[in-house]
Nanobody, 122 residues
Framework: VQLQASGGGLVQAGGSLRLSCSASGRTFSTMGWFRQAPGKERESVAAIRWSGTSTYYADSVKGRFTISRDNAKNTVYLQMNNLKPEDTAVYYC??????????????????WGQGTLVTVSS
């Protein structure tokens, strides 16, 4: 089982990026995005259940980021709009098979992608 994240890059403040995470193997019921900025702890960003009706967003990204998934492609997306310099971080996708459990706790996730760097310049 592998998670492959892509879509990171350099963008100016106010700009947008879309991250993608493709999963191989079985379909994961729960998929999420986390990020880690230099010198800071990893934090949860957003998560989504298989149905798409249950989602989680960190307060810092609410109204700016949107998580979605394409179950046929076993892929989760993170649309990031109105990016701010404080969004600069390595973004990781993560997943687990169960459809219950914490959406925001990293400890709930069994599988992790390699990370993609997002840099937002001021």
């Amino acid at each position: 089982v592998q998670l492959q994240a892509s879509g990171g890059g350099l963008v100016q403040a106010g700009g947008s990026l879309r991250l993608s995470c493709s999963a191989s193997g079985r379909t994961f019921s729960t998929m999420g995005w986390f990020r880690q900025a230099p010198g800071k702890e990893r934090e949860s960003v957003a998560a989504i259940r298989w149905s798409g009706t249950s989602t989680y967003y960190a307060d810092s990204v609410k109204g700016r980021f949107t998580i979605s998934r394409d179950n046929a492609k076993n892929t989760v997306y993170l649309q990031m709009n109105n990016l701010k310099p404080e969004d600069t971080a390595v973004y990781y996708c993560a997943a687990y098979y169960q459809s219950f459990g914490s959406l925001s706790s990293a400890n709930a996730y069994n599988y992790w992608g390699q990370g993609t760097l997002v840099t937002v310049s001021s």
